[in-house]
Structures are given as structure tokens and as C-alpha cells.
């Protein structure tokens, strides 16, 4: 049975009239199953509350800002306590010298930090730093990498100008060879290799970075003088308490952060290593929330958690459990399930799905039962989440195979998304 959603379907007719489309970005109407709510109306721990009042264990952590938990309390003690002591000033207060001392000691390659607001900001300031540093224009970046929804790398281009998206080659995530060929014909004006930590990109099997393809990113870098930019806005912090490169033992040159470091509060960074520095305080780049407090303060007392706490080792068990549990019901049920990514950050995919039918009937299940799952895009899980949780997530999966089972052979295309998938 499909949840009630009289009070979404409200906004959503309201939204129509006032927001272009109905909505943007990954609310934008068609990329979920119908029945999945477009408005929340709360948020504590693992859990959301939709404006129906649907109470749903969600895997999707905001698209990641939840790590700790949804309106964690001593978080937001600290960001409320100092929002009401001065929050946007004329200038910063001392918290950003503070953090910035904080992240360098947390990230090995950090010798510096620019604090900006989204992801896209960051990896906007890197590509500035990366251009002013060599000289040069070309960026390669791996085909199908998303860093935010600037002109030159939003994945839909309508809007941009051809100008603008110039000056970029493609390599393959994890391929050697054919990043070989991306420098080579970027030839002499080579000035950033972009890399995301995790091939997490959206519609496909995620995989994890071959250490063989992240040293050899670093040498090219070094025998061509172009930075090395590791893009972790969206890994960030579920894959190590240092930049997700240092595991491999491969330290970039910056790295931008975004989403979870405040646990949701808006700001995100770009840091850099003693090489970078100059061309860093050479390039014109503000905001007028970028000084912004309360943010700060928040990502001071999330930081704290991450060095004191074992909230990453909590996550990777939980992501352990949760993908040899739902291996062991899809075997059983007879469904072929891929279950890619960090466990931290897991994609499930369907085998002969080609057009996802498979996943959006699975994921209308598991909402049914209160869990909210993705059927496209990475998921994140969060400290909050406890065991029982996992248990909860498993036992709606069994359920929501045997109805994939069952009504598989009759399921027809999901409406709206092929042109996604073309
Ligand atoms: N880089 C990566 C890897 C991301 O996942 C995102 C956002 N999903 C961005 C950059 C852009 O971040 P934001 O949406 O905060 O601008």
C-alpha cells in the first residue's frame, strides 16, 4: 500500500506556480518513484518525518550534510549559542582561524583553508587556484564525475556557453591509459587533474579508487606541474578523518569539502597544500555568508566528534552488516543485486535493469515500510543509525524483494526518467 500524501500533493501543485519546474535539483519532479514525498516536515537522528507525517529511516543523509545525526544536539548547541552572539558580520570572528588550524591538523596535505558555503563553491576556487598557480586553462576530469553545477561542470549544460566548458579533457575513473591520453592532449596547458575519491557517480556501479590509477594521477601531476585537486564534498569524512586519498597513501595538492563537516550547517572548504598558497591569495573569491559563525562553531564541535568518537568505524559496521544482510535475502529471494561503493556510501543496482524499473518498484517498497532508499544515487549512512535500524532496512528488503519477485515480469518502463538514462 502506497503512503498517503495529500499534504505533498498540495505542495507540490502549489510549487508548480511558483518554482520553475515544479522544483530543482534532486527533488526535481520525475527523478523518484511517484509515490516518494517531495516536502519534509522534520528531521532528528536517522529519521525524517515527511508533511504527511511519515516517520522514515533514510539512507539518503540530505545527500550526505547528515553524519552525526539529524539535529544532533550539542552541534546545534554550538551553532545556536553562537548564531545569537553575531552570526553574519562585517567580518569573521575568531572560530575561522580556529577551524582553519582545526582542518589543516585534521587533513595531512592541509597547509591552508578557504571557507566558502557549497561544494560547488570549493571546487570553483580550486580550479581558480589550480589556473593562477600554472598559468594554464585545462582541467581533466573522469567522464561521468559530478563537482557541482558551475557552467564548466554541471552535467546539463543548457545554459552554459560552449566557451565556458572549454578547456577540459575525460578521462575513465581507474583507467591509466587513457588519463595518459588526457594529458598528452592537454599537451603544455595542463593546469588540474580533478579526481573524486570513489567512482561515486550517479546511474552505475560505484567503485573504489585503484591505488596503482591514484599514484600515477600524482605523477603526471608532478612531471607536468599541474595540481592535483581531490574532490571529497561528497566522501568527505566516510571514508577516513583525512582527505580519502591519504588511505592510498597519495596526498593531493587541494582538496574541496562540503556537505557533512558541520553536519548539515551551511559552509564548506577549500584546503591546500604550502605549494598552492600563493595563487590561492592571488585569485578574487568571497561571499557574503562565507564568514558566517554559527557554521563554524558547528563544524568545530563535528570535528571534535570525528577525532574523539569512533563514529566511522560505527558507520563501516553498520554498512557491513546492512550489505552481507541484503546479500544474503537478494540471493535467497532469487534477485540479482549489485551493491557498489564504500559501505559508507553504498549504491544498490538491480541486474538486467537497464531502465531502473526493477529499482524504482523495489524503493516505492521499502518507503512503504519506512525506509527511504535511493534507486539511482549513492545513499550515506550516518552515526545515529544503530543496529536495530540495519534490522529494520533488512527486514523491509526481504519483504520488498518478494514483491519485486512477483510482479517483475509484468513491470512496465518508469515514467519520465529515460531521458536521464539515454
Ligand atoms: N563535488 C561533489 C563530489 C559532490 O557530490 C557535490 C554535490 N553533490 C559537489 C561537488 C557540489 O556541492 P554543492 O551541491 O554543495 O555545491
Not at 560547488?120 to 600554472?134: P, S, V
Not at 532496512?393 to 513491470?411: I, M, T
Request: a negative charge.
Amino acid at each position: 500500500m502506497p503512503l498517503s500524501n495529500s499534504q505533498d500533493r498540495q505542495l507540490r501543485e502549489r510549487a508548480a506556480a511558483v518554482i520553475p519546474g515544479g522544483m530543482y535539483g534532486h527533488q526535481s519532479t520525475g527523478l523518484l518513484p511517484d509515490d516518494y514525498p517531495q516536502f519534509f516536515a522534520k528531521a532528528k537522528g536517522a529519521r525524517l518525518w515527511d508533511v504527511d507525517g511519515h516517520e522514515l529511516l533514510d539512507f539518503m543523509c540530505a545527500y550526505g550534510p547528515n553524519l552525526m545525526g539529524y539535529a544532533d544536539e550539542s552541534i546545534d548547541a554550538a551553532y545556536v549559542s553562537r548564531m545569537r552572539q553575531g552570526d553574519t558580520m562585517t567580518g569573521p570572528s575568531a572560530l575561522i582561524v580556529e577551524l582553519a588550524e582545526t582542518m589543516t591538523a585534521m587533513v595531512t596535505h592541509a597547509d591552508w583553508a578557504i571557507f566558502c558555503k557549497n561544494g560547488g563553491d570549493a571546487t570553483q576556487i580550486a580550479l581558480m587556484t589550480a589556473r593562477a598557480h600554472t598559468g594554464r586553462k585545462t582541467v581533466i576530469l573522469a567522464k561521468g564525475a559530478y563537482h557541482g553545477a558551475l557552467p564548466w561542470c554541471t552535467p546539463r549544460p543548457t545554459g552554459a556557453t560552449p566557451e565556458e566548458r572549454a578547456n577540459r579533457f575525460f578521462c575513465d575513473y581507474n583507467d591509466i591509459a587513457s588519463l595518459e591520453a588526457a594529458v598528452a592532449a592537454a599537451g603544455d596547458d595542463l593546469a588540474a587533474i580533478f579526481a573524486a575519491p570513489v567512482k561515486h557517480d550517479a546511474f552505475v556501479d560505484q567503485a573504489l579508487p585503484d591505488p596503482a590509477y591514484a599514484r600515477r594521477t600524482r605523477e603526471l601531476c608532478d612531471q607536468t606541474g599541474a595540481l592535483l585537486v581531490v574532490d571529497d564534498v561528497r566522501a568527505g569524512l566516510r571514508i577516513a578523518r583525512d582527505c580519502s586519498w591519504a588511505t592510498l597513501g597519495v596526498q593531493p595538492d587541494l582538496s574541496s569539502w562540503g556537505k557533512c563537516f558541520a553536519n548539515g550547517h551551511p559552509i564548506s572548504a577549500l584546503l591546500g597544500s604550502e605549494k598552492a598558497r600563493k595563487a590561492a591569495s592571488q585569485i578574487y573569491t568571497t561571499g557574503s555568508f562565507w564568514y558566517q559563525a554559527a557554521p563554524m562553531a558547528a563544524a568545530l564541535e563535528t570535528l571534535k566528534r570525528v577525532r574523539e568518537t569512533d563514529y566511522l568505524e560505527h558507520m563501516e559496521g553498520l554498512g557491513e552488516r546492512l550489505r552481507s544482510g541484503l546479500a544474503e535475502r537478494a540471493a535467497a529471494a532469487g534477485i540479482g543485486l549489485r551493491q557498489t561503493g564504500p559501505v559508507t556510501m553504498p549504491l544498490f543496482l538491480f541486474d538486467d535493469d537497464p531502465d531502473l524499473r526493477q529499482g524504482f518498484l523495489w524503493s516505492s517498497q521499502m518507503l512503504a515500510r519506512g525506509v527511504y532508499v535511493h534507486p539511482w544515487h549513492n545513499m550515506f549512512l550516518c552515526a545515529a543509525m544503530t543496529s536495530a535500524d540495519i534490522d529494520q532496512a533488512l527486514d523491509a528488503a526481504e519483504a520488498s524483494f518478494a514483491v519485486v519477485k512477483a510482479e517483475r515480469p509484468a513491470l512496465g518502463p518508469v515514467a519520465k526518467l529515460s531521458f536521464l538514462l539515454a
